[in-house]
């Protein structure tokens, strides 16, 4: 696990369903079962002993026990309280046209923005509610006090490291973002300590992300994940790693959910930089604002 990756978030609901929901590929396959059974109905699951829980899910009391842990509770009992809490406090569809799973083939347009608007709310407020302010507060001092930022992602991620080596540029920060993994490798193998680079992928075993963070950590400079699965290789080679809440099925793949989670996360720490020194960010988007035509010199 990397240094200083995981500190609890609290009790805020829906963070236990998104830390379960993120561990789930780093699990066994006993306790995966059990795991689908916890996201599939929690507010069932709560209501089971935990022997009961452990036949539905076709495993032992033993691998229950070890899923909890897994999840970082202490043990079935907490683990029934907290699904108890989130399944009163879960947020349900507004009307009977919102799909649970997967959009079907020849599902009418009125269910299909029923449901993508439904479950990508769902995204972004999971992944606030998930969020470690602890982290987050963590990677906005370095970001603030970097020499260099160096953002990667590929596929939809780069679009949002883009999006953050764009909103950074514009309140001064010297950031930088490629569009090719060896020019990030080029770039990263530069970087000294007291820089930051930071990796965005949302399966987290994306080679270009994972190799420029261990190139800018074996520089010394601090590394930052952003991943929706905290176990991911990604977080190996990341001093810091922050988590998303997105949960895609066929159609909804790395362009919608994962990517508004992701623009959640990004929106925060551009926040938390530019608030550390409110004046210089004022001026930089005002020096910004007075170079650009009207016309472009808005947010975009």
């Known amino acids: 696990m990397a240094k200083s990756a995981m500190v609890s978030a609290g009790h805020a609901p829906g963070a236990l ?7 789930l590929p780093s699990l066994s396959p006993s306790e995966q079962r059990v795991a689908r059974f916890v ?8 209501r089971r002993t935990i022997t009961d829980l452990a036949t539905a899910a076709e495993t032992s009391e033993a691998t229950v026990v070890r899923f909890c842990r897994s999840a970082g509770l202490s043990g079935y009992p907490q683990l029934r309280i907290r699904l108890a809490a989130e399944a009163a406090s879960r947020i349900e569809p507004p009307d009977g046209r919102v799909l649970a799973g ?17 479950h990508d709310a769902g995204a972004v407020a999971e992944t606030a509610a998930q969020l470690d302010p602890v982290v ?15 953002i990667h992602g ?6 949002v490291a883009a999006d953050f080596q764009r909103k950074l540029h514009r309140i001064g920060r010297l950031a930088f973002c490629f569009a090719d993994g060896r020019s990030a490798l080029a770039s990263a193998a530069l970087l000294r300590r007291g820089d930051v680079a930071v990796g965005i992928s949302h399966t987290g075993v994306g080679a270009d992300a994972i190799g420029v963070l ?9 590394t930052v994940a952003l991943t929706n699965f905290p176990r991911a290789a990604i977080a190996a080679v990341a001093d810091l790693v922050l988590t998303t809440a997105a949960r895609e099925t ?13 623009l959640t996360v990004v929106d925060c720490l551009f926040i938390g930089v530019a608030s550390r020194n409110r004046a210089r960010a004022g ?14 010199a808005g947010p975009r």
């Open 250 to 262: 066929t159609y909804r793949t790395g362009a919608m959910a994962s990517r508004l989670a992701q």
């Open 154 to 159: 590929a596929g939809a991620s780069g679009l």
């Open 136 to 150: 987050c507060d963590r990677v906005v001092t370095a970001l603030h006090g970097a020499g260099r930022i160096e």
């Open 17 to 23: 369903i998104a830390r379960i929901s993120g561990l």
């Open 283 to 296: 001026r930089a988007l005002a020096a910004v604002a007075e170079a650009l035509p009207p016309s472009a």
């Open 214 to 222: 261990a190139v800018a950590r074996g520089r010394g400079a601090t």
């Open 39 to 46: 996201l599939t109905d929690p507010a069932g699951a709560a």
């Open 102 to 118: 997967d959009i079907p083939p020849g599902a009418e347009m009125s269910q299909i923005i029923a449901t993508v608007g439904f």
